[in-house]
């Protein structure tokens, strides 16, 4: 009874200390969609949950994902007090602590704090948001990739799919030797098919596993200021020639797809292997249902080099806070909040997007029974697994949105036709140019 009492007090005190704050936090607009998802699942609002255990009032200000990266930048340039705290996406979180935008965590956290935090999240997540120590920002969401399966042109080959199995998992060679079978099988009786289909075509995010698991790394040094030496050594060149023949020599990756139209063109029936995100699970359930799939669907791990390491995409979005923010301490326990095991949790359960919390995200999977069955089982038997084990997060650097539009300017360039290694040594050369201008900040 009396440390209930003492608990209540500190509660009320809590409470009281934070009655007049108020924070701005800037989301991307998809997050509107998903607070009302989560209010309708759980049966509470999230940011009111949070204004009653603190006090602290949430003013939440939705952009879209180009809008809201220009806004960042512009709020943050000006050095204004305003957002107090803003999503971050996570490749940017050294770009944004080099120039000042985001606050460390380090010294808001006490050790034990900090220790649990870091323990109970995917290991790429902490990866991403580290630097010199310091924990720049909060991990908050995360993401996986897998190997979507239209299991009947496979029967019509006369290949055995890929098993939904890590140890099972198929390589590239594997991959291109089956799409080129389906792909005469279904040409001899009139039909185009595509073997193979990246979902972020030619996007970093997907794209730079390939050459990570040939060992070529991020593509940037390890200090983040150079990519001479690091974006076209010896795995980059044979991940930029493999992409090359997928596209140029065998043909068995369509031209001209934008990223937006992958999935379209998967449901479609016309392509066997399609690599993209646990997002596009309950897309191609509700077609489904709908009655426009038409053809069976499996999900395999994502693939690698036989001569290299499996590595898959990973990473999402960060809550940051602003180093201008004039409530800084509310901020803080918006972050804490926002990373309890149970927030999370019912996150996840709800809005369906992976996290950043292994803990909580491992502890819905193994007792809710949805997960037993196909496609959801997927997360036991794969993502799991790669969240952990396999996942490899985008190079750290102050110029990653320079980097990043170059880098898919190459492969899009490789893939319609250009020299794969004149185009390596080409972006190299302008992106290392580039670089001198952040290198004062060293």
Not at 78 to 83: G, H, M
Not at 135 to 151: D, G, H, R, T
Not at 413 to 434: F, K, T
Request: charged share 25%; proline share 6%; hydrophobic share 40%.
């Amino acid at each position: 009874m009396k440390k209930w009492f003492i608990f209540s007090m500190i509660l009320v005190i809590s409470v009281f200390a934070f009655s007049s704050e108020k924070i701005t936090v800037f989301f991307g607009s998809w997050m509107e969609g998903n607070f009302e998802t989560f209010k309708e699942v759980n049966g509470y609002d999230l940011l009111e949950r949070f204004t009653e255990e603190t006090g602290i009032q949430v003013e939440p200000i939705f952009y879209p994902f180009r809008e809201l990266i220009q806004a960042i930048e512009t709020r943050m340039q000006a050095k204004s007090v305003s957002p107090d705290v803003f999503e971050v996406d996570s490749p940017l979180s050294l770009s944004y602590y080099i120039r000042g935008y985001t606050e460390p965590l380090n010294e808001y956290l006490t050790e034990e704090e900090l220790n649990s935090l870091k323990e109970k999240m995917f290991p790429a997540t902490i990866k991403i948001a580290e630097w010199n120590g310091k924990l720049l920002n909060l991990p908050f969401e995360n993401s996986s990739q897998v190997m979507y399966i239209n299991k009947d042109l496979f029967e019509k080959a006369g290949i055995e799919p890929p098993k939904m199995d890590v140890n099972g998992r198929w390589t590239w060679e594997q991959v291109v030797e089956a799409a080129i079978k389906i792909k005469e099988t279904m040409k001899k009786e009139g039909k185009e098919v595509w073997g193979l289909l990246f979902g972020q075509v030619s996007r970093p995010y997907q794209m730079l596993v390939l050459p990570q698991s040939l060992g070529g790394g991020s593509g940037v040094s390890p200090d983040g200021y150079h990519v001479e030496g690091y974006l076209n050594n010896e795995g980059w060149k044979k991940a930029m020639k493999w992409w090359y023949d997928v596209n140029n020599t065998y043909k068995i990756s369509p031209k001209g797809v934008a990223p937006e139209e992958t999935t379209y063109l998967f449901l479609s029936g016309k392509v066997a292997m399609f690599v993209q995100g646990t997002w596009d699970i309950p897309t191609i359930l509700q077609a489904e249902k709908q009655g426009e799939l038409g053809f069976e669907w499996g999900i395999a791990p994502h693939p690698y080099y036989k001569d290299g390491e499996p590595v898959t995409p990973t990473n999402s979005w960060h809550l940051a806070v602003n180093p201008n923010s004039k409530k800084i301490e509310a901020s803080i326990e918006f972050l804490k909040f926002m990373s309890r095991d149970d927030i999370i949790a019912d996150w996840f359960k709800s809005v369906g997007q992976l996290v950043a919390n292994r803990e909580a995200m491992a502890k819905v999977i193994e007792t809710d029974p949805k997960y037993n069955d196909f496609p959801w089982n997927s997360y036991k038997e794969i993502v799991l697994y790669e969240l952990q084990n396999t996942a490899m997060p985008r190079p750290k650097t102050p110029f990653y949105l320079e980097w990043e539009d170059l880098v898919y300017k190459c492969f899009e360039d490789v893939r319609n036709g250009a020299d794969p290694i004149q185009s390596l040594e080409h972006y190299m050369q302008i992106i290392e140019r580039l670089a001198k201008k952040y290198q004062g900040g060293k």
